[in-house]
């Protein structure tokens, strides 16, 4: 059976964190277009992702797979990208989120042979609670652009 072709994967390595992991599958499948994929790779200790993630199954634009090996964040990532099966890829955090125009950009950038799309402004996150060793939390909840 051939792999559907989609403009875009949407990877979202994650490990123990399927409160996180869940809100972006749920917002992201709930959008009407098809020309993209969602790639979760779960390298968690638990089941509680693998059955979070059971009603979504029926979903052709979901890919999920459960690694039960211990691996390091840049291996699980590795294995996200050899799942997806789209021209473009974008990564993300668990607890991150993407727009939806993002399947229009890459559709947009297929059609002009465009090899990747780079957005022009930076951002730095910072969570409330973070602390660095030195600073302390002086830049704790601050977003930069």
Request: contains cysteine.
């Amino acid at each position: 059976m051939k792999q559907r072709e989609v403009a875009l994967s949407i990877l979202i390595p994650t490990r123990n964190r399927a409160f996180y992991a869940m809100s972006a599958v749920r917002s992201m499948l709930a959008w009407s277009s098809k020309d993209f994929e969602l790639v979760v790779q779960d390298n968690s200790d638990g089941d509680r992702m693998e059955s979070d993630i059971e009603p979504f199954r029926d979903d052709p634009r979901l890919r999920y797979a459960h690694c039960r090996q211990r691996l390091d964040m840049t291996a699980n990532f590795e294995v996200a990208a050899e799942l997806a099966t789209g021209r473009y890829l974008a990564f993300l955090g668990d607890d991150d989120g993407v727009n939806r125009e993002a399947v229009d950009a890459a559709m947009w950038a297929g059609e002009e042979g465009l090899d990747a799309l780079v957005p022009l402004a930076r951002a730095r996150y910072y969570w409330p609670d973070h602390r660095f060793r030195y600073y302390g939390g002086v830049s704790a909840g601050s977003l930069e652009l």
